[in-house]
């Protein structure tokens, strides 16, 4: 049975127990497997054979609303309001107009020397508004959810305000305190003295919890604004090559095989491979480096990213849904809407929370009046108890720490799939690194030269280059490109030839020139090693390097090594991760010469060499088997069974879609750092849910207590439980100011590998 997965925005939630709910509710249909997160206000459901008009109808029948997201604006038109953003100003416009009458409402019933005659009158008068319109979105949610036998939060704000509100009403029309001349006399901490009216009460505890809601929706929006300014990065237009003219179109009308040109200081649409043209490209937006990147042609660039030097022809490889921007998007907004084991405690907790509370309040009630309280005392109680404890704290403590961390962690180029992996995190004891293109580039380049006969090194690289200035093969393209780099390469060659798995021959300043394997060079052309040179070549071929042989009028000018480079952050990104307390191991289906090579220059002794895709997932079982908790991270395709296997995948997005797609953390520049600094996030924001976690619990456990033996007024417990709440989205916020530790001097000098020159004298060490 197929299974679709469907997001559907949804309406009304003003706690955890309303996303329980609707969970809960969506979780009762055949077939659907339903998450529902407060704080993102998004419901994620994996349904088979369930139209997604039945799933809202299911929501709206609970008293909620809910629709499919709207469509990413990609014409260049402005963006409608949000709806979140409308109901944040409204908020403010309830929040500062019920201020406004309750700070006279408080001062009069708290300084008997402005009270005057009649003056219970006033403040009724001018805290009813505030009862009935300030508080009217917690009377609304209280009774759209008790008409669904559900109760909530919000149930219990309700009551307590009303409870206080009506108490006064009966107070003044029934009893002394409507009497001219009457005084309250007020006390902060206890029982309410020998007043009894509570209108200051219930309009200060209306004005605390709409602050409150109000800080807590605005952080909710700061916290998602990684993901909404992620997901805007992308361009409005593109400039399209149809039969040498350019004409300026819509993203959104790109198809793959469309050639688009992108001039300096433009972002790039979408997704391509570069067909003409050379520049640096900064990656920031979508990497976190600053560093731009040098490309060329048959280089991949990536859509929203910007043209910072020459003019590039671009051709579109994916376009929409399929581009990086895209998939990163989706990849952030799954794990926000995630929960970890701990949160769906507390979404449990509080779905019996809310009842349980109310129980405790008509305890207290009762508790008072037998033993001997007066029925102001008992009523006091009561109504603390149920402000107080509402768990709103609870439902907030892991979704705005996600929110914020894996917003922060998209900044930075990482994304994190869900607070699973964050758990994951926590245990890993030991990291696996695959070498080819994590440790190292996965590109060939020039490692070492060496001359003979009477010709210098420069001769020997800049004549090898321009002759192999036509191979597309691997070890050419490396040959030329160092030659390139230092300025030896100005021309082609003459009668190029290439000589499949040998080498290639071509004419040179009039020379004949070839250039191969040295075998080749010897059997076909007559060009003799001697022992120095046969030496060498053992050497650099035993540490699995290849050597290129040059030679040009009969005899030999030197060998070129070729072979994979280190990046340059390996070496400290090992050291930060034996600092954060993981064992590190190299894995390679090279041969031992090699990977005992690269393991010396990064420092990892743990080394296993020719393994097989088999064996790198035999390797991660045997670890876990003793006991060991493991991070893998690779980039290739031969790495997805280990990183599906392993505790926690780790992928490089500068690989494979497969091994992406096996992973848990994507780090999208491919810097080794940036996967410690992934770990350092996870961490931290695991940390952070936790501190939420206990403090909310904790908050819960030792104010009710309190309330019920009467030593909180309920104007404090309603302050208290708005405190709570913006304490934990303001503790998530800290995440915001996370910093990655990519700052070396080899990263801002802008290089990104290390070059490895290789003398037979003295073994292998970086440049």
Not at 47 to 76: M, Q, R
Not at 313 to 329: F, K, P, S
Request: aromatic share 4%; glycine share 12%; charged share 20%.
């Amino acid at each position: 049975m197929s299974t679709t997965d469907i997001s559907l925005d949804i309406g009304g939630m003003t706690c955890a127990s309303c996303a329980t709910r609707i969970e809960r509710k969506l979780n009762r249909l055949d077939g659907v497997t339903a998450t529902v997160n407060y704080a993102t206000e998004k419901a994620r459901i994996q349904a088979s054979d369930v139209d997604t008009a039945v799933l809202i109808g299911a929501i709206e029948s609970a008293g909620y609303t809910a629709a499919t997201p709207a469509p990413p604006v990609s014409d260049g038109a402005a963006a409608p309001a949000e709806t979140g953003d409308r109901e944040t100003d409204e908020l403010r416009r309830r929040l500062w107009i019920s201020v406004a009458l309750t700070v006279p409402v408080v001062l009069l019933s708290m300084i008997p020397a402005l009270q005057f005659a009649n003056w219970q009158w006033l403040t009724l008068t001018l805290a009813a508004p505030v009862v009935v319109w300030g508080a009217w979105p917690f009377h609304r949610a209280a009774f759209v959810n008790a008409r669904h036998g559900a109760a909530t939060m919000d149930t219990l704000i309700s009551i307590g305000v009303l409870a206080a509100f009506g108490w006064s009403l009966y107070a003044l029309f029934f009893g002394m305190a409507g009497m001219p001349g009457m005084h309250m006399s007020f006390s902060l901490v206890g029982g309410g003295g020998t007043g009894d009216i509570y209108l200051e009460v219930a309009a200060a505890v209306t004005v605390f919890i709409l602050l409150g809601r109000y800080i807590e929706a605005r952080a909710k929006r700061q916290s998602g604004a990684a993901l909404k300014a992620l997901l805007e990065l992308g361009a409005k237009d593109a400039a399209l090559l149809v039969g040498g003219a350019e004409s300026l179109v819509p993203v959104s009308r790109l198809v793959p095989g469309d050639t688009i040109v992108v001039r300096p200081g433009e972002k790039i649409a979408t997704d391509g491979l570069i067909v003409d043209g050379a520049s640096a490209v900064d990656l920031s937006m979508i990497t976190g480096e600053s560093v731009p990147v040098e490309v060329t042609v048959g280089d991949r660039v990536i859509g929203a990213t910007v043209n910072a030097g020459g003019r590039l022809v671009v051709e579109v490889t994916r376009v929409g849904a399929d581009t990086e921007l895209a998939r990163m998007g989706r990849l952030v907004e799954e794990a926000q809407s995630g929960k970890a084991e701990a949160q769906r405690l507390a979404d449990r907790v509080s779905a019996v929370f809310v009842p349980v509370v109310i129980a405790l309040a008509v305890i207290a009630f009762a508790g008072w009046l037998v033993a001997g309280g007066t029925v102001e005392a008992a009523f006091t109680a009561a109504v603390a108890t149920l402000i107080i404890a509402c768990p709103c704290a609870l439902g907030l403590a892991t979704p705005t720490a996600l929110l914020v961390g894996t917003g922060r962690g998209s900044q930075l180029g990482i994304l994190i799939r869900g607070p699973q992996v964050l758990e994951q995190t926590r245990t890993v004891n030991t990291i696996v690194l695959d070498k080819t293109g994590t440790i190292t580039s996965g590109r060939m380049a020039v490692l070492s030269a060496v001359a003979f006969a009477d010709a210098s090194i420069d001769d020997v690289i800049s004549v090898a280059a321009i002759a192999e200035h036509g191979s597309e093969h691997p070890v050419g393209r490396a040959i030329v490109a160092d030659g390139d780099r230092r300025g030896l390469v100005t021309r082609g060659a003459e009668g190029f030839q290439s000589t499949p798995g040998q080498g290639v021959r071509a004419v040179v300043d009039g020379r004949l020139v070839v250039v191969g394997r040295a075998g080749w060079l010897a059997g076909e052309w007559s060009i003799e090693l001697d022992a120095e040179a046969a030496a060498s070549i053992a050497t650099d071929e035993a540490a699995g390097r290849t050597v290129v042989a040059i030679g040009w009028d009969g005899v030999l000018r030197g060998l070129i090594t070729v072979g994979d480079t280190v990046k340059e952050s390996s070496a400290a990104a090992i050291a930060r991760f034996r600092a954060l307390g993981l064992h590190p191991v190299l894995l390679t289906g090279d041969n031992a010469g090699t990977a005992a090579a690269i393991g010396a220059v990064v420092g990892i002794d743990d080394v296993h060499a020719g393994v097989t895709p088999e064996g790198k997932l035999e390797l991660i079982r045997t670890l876990q088997a003793d006991g060991r908790v493991v991070a893998m991270v690779g980039d290739g395709v031969n790495d997805s069974a280990a990183l599906a296997a392993a505790d926690l995948g780790i992928a490089m997005g500068t690989g494979t879609d497969a091994a992406m797609a096996a992973s848990d953390i994507t780090v999208v520049s491919g810097d080794l750092l940036a996967v410690a600094d992934a770990m350092r996030l996870a961490r931290r924001t695991l940390g952070i849910i936790k501190g939420n976690l206990f403090w909310a619990f904790a908050y819960n456990v030792a104010a009710i207590p309190l309330a019920m033996l009467g030593l909180l007024n309920p104007l404090l417990a309603g302050a208290a439980m708005a405190f709570s709440s913006v304490f934990v989205v303001t503790n998530s916020l800290r995440l915001r100011r996370f910093r990655a530790d990519r700052g070396s001097a080899a990263i801002e000098r802008g290089s990104s590998s290390r070059r490895l020159m290789l003398d037979p004298s003295a073994g292998l060490g970086p440049d």
